[in-house]
């Protein structure tokens, strides 16, 4: 059976990470920074959220990929996929902006950690039974 949720999320999320992978670019070329940080805090928030993104993105993806493919309903699937997406793009966003915004960060990492637990908990209840 082919996947066709975890595609969309998949693809939603490459763009985003697109989106940050860009924002790092364009103020390395700004500032001539080609290499590191140099201590610019502007830059380092960039390369953060950007590298955030690519700790947490691909297992959560790979979690709902796995979901999937064991058969779970498409209201949960779609349930997950969104609070992935929405998850990273608030904490990107919280963690981007100067000042941070806090509350931001800690709803998208509660709703990426969550969306990554139940899905984790889901697979073995359902690989157990």
Do not use: C
């Not at 763009?15 to 390395?28: D, P």
């Not at 800690?106 to 969550?114: P, R, W």
């Amino acid at each position: 059976m082919p996947l066709t949720i975890t595609p969309i999320y998949a693809a939603l999320a490459a763009l985003l990470f697109l989106v940050l992978s860009w924002r790092v670019i364009l103020y390395r070329r700004a500032n001539v920074i080609s290499l590191g940080d140099k201590g610019d805090k502007n830059l380092l928030k960039r390369m953060r959220a950007q590298a955030n993104w690519a700790e947490y993105t691909p297992i959560a993806l790979i979690l709902l990929a796995l979901t999937e493919a064991n058969e779970a309903p498409a209201l949960v699937l779609h349930a997950l996929g969104l609070a992935l997406l929405f998850g990273r793009m608030l904490h990107a966003w919280g963690f981007a902006s100067t000042p941070q915004k806090i509350i931001l960060r800690q709803i998208g990492m509660a709703l990426t950690l969550g969306m990554i637990a139940l899905s984790a908990l889901g697979l073995l209840g359902h690989a157990l039974i």
